[in-house]
């Protein structure tokens, strides 16, 4: 058994939730959200083995359950994924949907509770301490959230309630798909103690190889090994965090929004490119597609970010802090090209090319230095309404000249 399915078991049998008290948690996830959304319009394939992904060097971006029956998860490459499952209908990604349903799903938590953390377009934890009183207790809020999102969004999700954060969110895992599980605070030394060692938050692959050699394969295991043994082997932070968690003590609380660090994009060339000329277009392109995802967020960023993967897989990236805050995918571009340029990879093999922009404020609050002679409405202004034009005609109704009749290269999006 592989170490993803020990830990996403099937739930656990239905039946009516335990005792909530002093469980204000909760922890949301949409079950398999990226084939969900794409089901949505094509309800015929509902049942079926269904993979989100794309491209022979691809990887699995969302499978259904279907699909997962026969080994395929997220992440996986695409090749093996096809040779695991070969009846299934791959389908390629359309991120511009997802973002619009989970903007829809994160509507709706925030209609139960202001206190929603998300972290990703699919989950979220909520503390709905103080909406008990107008909503019901903490396993009623979740079945009528599970409720809303499958009436307004069309799609399902699973639930888990809780403390504490670690655990709400394990409990969501083990009620999948499509269900709710409650872990009473007296109950969560005995939820935690038989799951194995990987369930804990911190816990990769080579923490899990170390907590094995020195025996130990169950949380259970963890929690009756002194912390000092812990330390010793681990580090002073590992070995404290793993045993705490181990017995369910968790401090952290749902922090309400953490803004975005870094909005890009990046590009999996079907083959290997060498041609500069073709990297500079999907430079552009990826410039572009970032620029408009600061649009959608209302932010603009400072520090332009290149990354390179090489044939090889060596990764580099370079990047460069302007002087104004920007969303213009024409001046995200100039850096990004000068960065590219400046690394002078003209014959080199490149598998990968990404863009990045960090140091993000609202663009609203963001302070422009204007300088003698620049007009009022210039390329922000232009680039705004080729973004509303995309909105009502499609993807790619307006494009930089240089892309027009220009395929992608690439394999997959990511970002």
Known sequence: MSRSQRLHRPGPPS????????????????DAFYASVELIDRPELRGRPVIIGGGSRGVVL??????RHF?????????????LCPQATVLPPTHGRYATVSAGVMEIFRSVTPLVEPLSLDEAFLDVSGARRLLGSPARI?????????????????VGVASTKFVAKLA????????????PA?????????????ALWGVGEKTEQQLVRLGLHTVGDIANTPRSTLVRALGQASGAHLHALAWGRDERCVVPHEPDKSIGAEETFARDVEDPAVVRRELLRLCERTAGRLREAGLVGRTVSVKIRFADFTTITRSRTL????????????????????LGLDRARLRLVGVRLEGLVEAETAPRQMLLGDRLHGRR?????????????????VRPASLVGDEPQSSRPIG
């Open 186 to 198: 007296a109950d969560v030394v005995a939820f935690l103690h038989p799951l194995p060692v990987a």
């Open 142 to 158: 979740g079945a009528l959230i599970r409720d809303r999102v499958a009436d307004e969004q069309r799609i399902t999700c699973s």
């Open 15 to 30: 039946g009516p939730p335990g005792d909530d008290t002093g469980c204000p948690i909760l922890h949301v996830d949409m």
């Open 62 to 67: 969302s499978a259904t359950y279907e699909a």
């Open 172 to 183: 969501s895992t083990r009620a999948k798909p499509d269900g709710l599980l409650v872990v």
């Open 381 to 397: 202004a232009a680039e705004q309404a080729a973004g509303r034009a995309a909105q009502r005609f499609g993807s790619g109704a």
């Open 71 to 83: 080994g395929v998860h997220s992440a996986m490459p695409m090749t093996r994924a096809r040779r």
């Open 323 to 342: 002087r104004d805050p920007t969303d213009v995918a024409q001046e995200i571009f100039a850096t990004a090209r000068g960065l590219y340029e400046a």
